[in-house]
């Protein structure tokens, strides 16, 4: 098995930077044309983002009235942040900065826990969250190339947490410490930079005093080596603060970067509920709020290849901790939830394109696209990390919960069991045969080693999801039109519904029924435009519903349809409306499952008085400029978790989206 992020992914990230600053490798890698640049003007303001890998020590003590421990312990992991910064150079070179930068754990707890110790009274678990540092750089400059060393103040948070046999007591701290280091930097564009850079954080005696006498102190020591990028931010004259140059513009053709972030926040008042479960919806009203940071850098490698790369911070919570729905009512509600950002590389792979000659079509600047000129009738394979989703069933109107619908079961096929750890992502290989008015699609993907896992299943071949799709493109009234039909194929290590059901003593324990096992089922999906304005989407999936979910959502079959509008009639061109309905059910074997007090990944009411799960969502997305969106979204759900006992439940949300 092999965990979703691992130390491979920090080699191919700092390949990812040095093939953006490398020289073109052929002549028929274009490059825009630009003044001729002999020195990097280093002097000047900077962001910028990184990440790195972490190998840290601690030295912890836990002393209550039943026991006394001291251990050490190592820890480690991939690291991420983001960084800003001014540098003044001098005639003769020498450069001096300040700099502040936040780094945050990636999301396996494994990585972000500092200590565990234990007496019979007291169970303490050191979380660290943050680290923070304030920095001055001494440096020498020499054209495009800069060495520096640096050194000040750092900050770091952490969590501390206390199980006894009555209580879980939480506390939090921050504690002060010192940070010293060196890098290397390099100016390879008018306004970029990336660097390489080592730093050591030691973090001395801090310490915790928990209600039940148990005391806890801690040493830390935190080594990182990292890789970064910077963009350095030239301000015309004048009494407005305006950029000269758009901060995106990548100055060369060869690569783009991307950026996006969105703030969804999303409550309920307190609705009906007899009775709660472990897995349902909390009835008491509450608000929760989820936030993402995006960066995709990408980059041509030679002829037809290409490489991307999106690194990400995630904070936040889903509504009851991302359970109680079937079709959950946040798309950017990971089912790991975060009190504080955590990095984590969301893709990483590689793209090859093959053309066939003949006529050619324009590929626009996009996230996940390079732009430029591409064969109409190509191949294009890719392979690593990325959703599966990015690949399979491109719908126009309802695809991206940071911009359009933010149901799950709206923006994606709710029985499509895809392959994905707990934050949609997974490790595959596709291939693509294009054409003018048809693609052939297929796959292989890793999926978990047992459902809802951050773990994947190694068995390569043997374990892991089949994918096949084609997509028909037509044109109804000069409008144009996509079908897509979509076929899939698990091999997983799962359970059993109704072996689970046909042997009482297991309690309901699915995972007592886990063997090698197969799953199926397929989806249909549609997009039509009906004007420039007006689009229709629709979506039936269904799956097999014999055995658990492995990594979606406990859905079996499922009916979507739904609009898109844009403003142009109200003179708001850059605004759109979506509305949508959907209607998601169950197996027979896995509504009895449930009946019988069964958990599913996100629902398990502990009973179940079966109907089907029934969703309206509406949104409006008001333009601030190009750049910011606001959107309002209502989402009415009756029978959540396909319970007639509990709900309806009126689910009101807001996004704030940024993109470049």
């Known amino acids: 098995m092999i965990r979703s992020n691992c130390t491979p992914e920090m080699i191919l990230a700092g390949a990812v930077i040095a093939a953006l600053a490398a020289p073109a490798a052929a002549a028929d890698l274009p490059v825009k044309t630009r003044v001729a640049q002999t020195v990097f003007d280093w002097t000047g303001l900077y962001v910028g983002g990184h990440a790195g890998y972490t190998r840290d020590h601690a030295r912890a003590t836990l002393t209550d009235p039943s026991g006394n421990i001291s251990a050490g312990s190592r820890f480690s992991g991939l690291t991420g942040g983001v960084q800003a910064g001014y540098n003044w150079v001098t005639r003769s070179g020498l ?50 190339w800069l060495v520096y060393a640096t050194g000040g103040l750092a900050f770091t948070g952490g969590r501390f947490i206390n199980t006894t046999a009555t209580a879980n007591e939480k506390l939090l701290t921050t504690r002060l410490g010192w940070v010293v280091g060196a890098g290397i930097e390099r100016g390879f564009a008018p306004h970029w930079s990336w660097r390489l850079e080592y730093l050591y954080n030691r973090f001395e005696n801090g310490g915790v005093n928990f209600s039940n006498g148990a005391n806890y102190t801690s040493a830390l020591d935190f080594q990182t080596l990292r890789v970064g990028l910077n963009r350095k931010l030239d301000f015309a004259g004048g009494p407005e603060l305006k950029l000269k140059n758009d901060p995106s513009d990548t100055e060369s053709d060869r690569w783009e970067i991307h950026g996006q972030s969105t703030v969804i926040g999303q409550g309920y008042p307190a609705f009906r509920a007899p009775y709660t479960g472990t897995n349902s919806l909390t009835p008491a009203r509450q608000f929760q709020e989820t936030w993402s940071n995006s960066l995709f850098i990408n980059a041509r490698l030679w002829d037809g290849g290409e490489v991307y790369y999106n ?31 955590h990095y984590n590389t969301s893709r990483l792979f590689l793209r090859q394109t093959f053309g066939f000659g003949g006529e050619q079509e324009q590929l626009g600047s996009g996230q996940l696209q390079l732009s430029g000129k591409q064969d109409i009738s190509r191949l294009t394979f890719q392979i690593g990390k990325f959703p599966v989703l990015d690949v399979f069933d491109g719908n126009a109107y309802a695809k991206d919960a940071r911009k359009d619908f933010m149901n799950w079961s709206v923006w994606a096929p709710g029985a499509f069991d895809y392959a994905a750890d707990k934050l949609g992502l ?69 359970g059993s519904y109704r072996e689970t059901l046909d042997n009482p003593a297991l309690n309901a324990d699915i995972t007592q029924t886990r063997r090698g096992r197969s799953k199926y089922g397929y989806v249909v999906s549609f997009d039509q435009a009906l004007s420039d304005e007006l689009g229709l989407f629709g979506r039936w999936s269904w799956n097999d519903g014999k055995t658990e979910i492995m990594a979606f959502t406990d859905i079996d079959n499922s009916l979507s349809l739904g609009a898109s509008i844009k403003g142009n009639r109200w003179g708001r061109p850059d605004d759109t409306i979506g509305i949508a309905g959907v209607t998601n059910g169950l197996s027979g074997d896995h509504r009895a499952f449930l009946a019988a007090g069964g958990l599913g990944p996100l629902i398990g009411d502990g009973a179940l008085n079966y109907r089907r799960e029934t969703i309206i969502e509406a949104y409006y997305a008001y333009s601030i400029n190009k750049y910011l969106t606001f959107t309002a979204d209502y989402q009415f759900v009756n029978n959540p978790a396909y319970n007639a006992d509990r709900g309806p439940v009126s689910i009101f949300s807001g996004r704030l989206h940024g993109d470049f």
Not at 117 to 122: D, E, M, Q, R
Not at 442 to 452: C, I, M, P, R
Request: glycine share 12%; no cysteine.
């Open 95 to 144: 450069l001096l900065g300040l700099e502040g930068d936040f780094s945050f754990p990636n999301y396996l707890t494994s990585n972000h826990t500092v200590a565990m110790l234990g007496t019979p009274g007291s169970n303490v678990s050191e979380l660290w969250d943050y680290v923070a540092t304030a920095r001055g750089r001494v440096g020498y400059a020499q054209g495009d």
């Open 426 to 494: 997974t490790y595959g290989a596709t291939a693509e045969l294009n054409q003018k008015n048809w693609a052939l699609r297929t796959g292989y993907f890793l999926v978990d080693a047992t459902s809802n896992s951050n773990n994947f299943d190694m068995n390569v071949f043997r374990r892991g999801e089949y994918v096949l799709e084609l997509e028909m493109r037509y044109q109804l009234f000069s409008q144009p039109g996509h079908l897509r039909t979509i076929g899939w194929f698990n091999s997983v290590f799962s």
């Open 311 to 341: 690194p990400e911070l995630l904070q936040g919570f889903g509504l009851s901790n991302t359970v109680g729905l079937g079709g959950f009512s946040n798309g950017e509600a990971q089912k790991s939830d975060f009190p504080y950002p």
